[in-house]
């Protein structure tokens, strides 16, 4: 295969073998036609990507079914309303700032400066999602955005101060064309500032799971820097964040435009330190990877032979790929609990567990609960504090021993 960012010649260093798609819950009549890919990992050595080979047809994997609202999470919505703050204050000195974010699904962010009264626009390929930010007042366009769109938002509204995005990056396979994109809309000194899963988390804790269908990047600084240098960017900040287990806000402006903060070489200084830029690296990632499977599936073994009752907690996108990688099953795991109704009464993408509602966790307590929404343990910690109270146990898949 090409590297997707620079075409270099790559091959992958791994597979997580044949995987449907991640947020494919369906109903029994449907087990026949799922639909299956390989998942496979690749690095290139060239330019620092980390990415997937091959990648579902869009329309399989986004589809106004399964909608995502960012607004339905609390957490969400105050690390947005910071996040859009943090922008505002930092990089816009005036009333006549004028700001765009890609895939700005229901509005979550720009709420925040349609709320000050700034101009902005919000670029969103989902229609639904869409109507929902304008409910709230944020003015939003249904596209796909790129190059061209990029050259029409000039027309209309002039050149961008800031330009942002939030776990949408990692989602488009053609990252030169945003990049050319950004290019054109955004004013001499303007940023363009996203943020997404970090590739150094996953590799420190083995979060395999951070790698499914939908993200066909795991972006570091040193890539980052590597795609979007070409097209006229260097990075001026990187800011660490919690969310989705580890995610790095990357902050670009035109070279030379504006000056660098000291993140930018002590962040890329940590990635050179832990390989992020080397080959092997990634062969004891895959090491890791396999480890991690060998002491859930003995652990989940260990359970049953004791007659424990084991069920998932949370129906997420990353499940798939731990629940198919370890090949575990109705037979291992109960059920699996989740508050979305859409998905109750249906069962997990490949390994067919039935996912039931919330109830059936809090009204019957298993022994062990399988946490697959890790990346909100505090949150579900204090929220299910009578479970542990009353003797369960909570695991992870994170851990190679
Ligand atoms: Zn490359």
């Not at 509204?157 to 330009?163: K, R, T």
Request: aromatic residues 12%.
């Amino acid at each position: 295969m090409k590297c997707r960012v620079c075409q270099h010649e790559i091959s992958p260093f791994m597979t997580f073998g044949r995987m449907p798609i991640a947020n494919g819950f369906l109903t029994a009549d449907k087990f026949d036609g799922e639909y299956f890919f390989e998942l496979k990992p690749a690095f290139c050595d060239r330019c620092f990507t980390f990415q997937i080979e091959d990648q579902p047809e869009p329309e399989l994997m986004f589809h106004d079914q399964y909608a995502f609202f960012s607004r339905t999470s609390a957490f969400m919505q105050r690390h947005f309303q910071a996040y859009g703050n943090w922008v505002r204050e930092t990089f816009l000195d005036d009333s006549e700032s004028f700001v765009v974010e890609l895939g700005s699904n229901d509005g979550i962010m720009l709420e925040h400066f349609a709320g000050h009264g700034i101009s902005h626009l919000g670029v969103e390929p989902s229609a639904n999602v869409a109507e929902e930010a304008r409910r709230h007042g944020v003015n939003t366009m249904v596209e796909f955005f790129g190059p061209q769109i990029a050259q029409h938002i000039v027309a209309e509204y002039g050149q961008a101060d800031a330009l942002m995005a939030a776990n949408v990056m990692c989602h488009i396979p053609d990252i030169n064309g945003i990049a050319q994109g950004a290019s054109t809309l955004l004013k001499p000194r303007g940023v363009f500032i996203f943020e997404d899963p970090y590739l150094g988390a996953m590799i420190d804790k083995t979060t395999y799971d951070q790698i499914y269908d939908e993200h066909v990047f795991i972006f570091s600084a040193l890539s980052v820097s590597n795609i979007f240098a070409p097209h006229g960017f260097e990075l001026i900040d990187l800011l660490p964040q919690e969310t989705h287990g580890g995610s790095m806000r990357y902050v670009l402006a035109r070279t030379g435009q504006r000056q660098v903060s000291a993140n930018v070489a002590r962040i890329i200084a940590e990635e050179k330190s832990a390989g992020l830029d080397q080959s092997g690296t990634y062969d004891r990632f895959r090491a890791d990877c396999e480890a991690s499977k060998t002491r859930l599936v003995n652990l989940l073994r260990a359970e049953k032979e004791a007659h424990r009752r084991v069920v998932g907690y949370g129906a997420t996108s990353k499940s798939t790929t731990i629940l198919n990688y370890c090949q575990i099953g109705p037979d291992l795991i109960e059920f699996i609990s989740d508050t979305t109704p859409i998905k109750q009464g249906k069962y997990s993408p490949g390994m067919h567990i039935p996912v039931k509602p919330y109830e059936a966790f809090t009204e019957n307590y298993p022994d062990t609960a399988l946490l697959f929404a890790w990346n909100h343990k505090t949150e579900i910690m204090e929220k299910e504090s009578r479970f542990a109270s009353s003797g369960g146990k909570w695991i992870t898949h994170i851990g190679t021993e």
